[in-house]
């Protein structure tokens, strides 16, 4: 699994979130720590819904 903001796998990392687009519920974002913590946006790539 990679995260969704900047593609790094995140099998390596402790610290990472998984979660379902509040959108559609179809996609599943994956953020690693360092994007939670510089609160990247992320987009969904089935219905371009972009979150905090
Ligand atoms: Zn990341
Ligand atoms: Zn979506």
Not at 2 to 25: L, M, R, Y
Not at 35 to 46: A, D, R, V
Request: charged share 35%; with cysteine.
């Amino acid at each position: 699994m990679k995260c969704t903001n900047c593609g790094k796998s995140i099998e390596a990392e402790n610290n990472w979130v998984e979660f379902e687009c509040p959108k559609c519920g179809k996609e599943t974002i994956v953020r690693c720590d360092k994007c939670k913590k510089l609160e990247n946006s992320y987009k969904c790539s089935k219905c371009n819904f972009v979150g905090p």
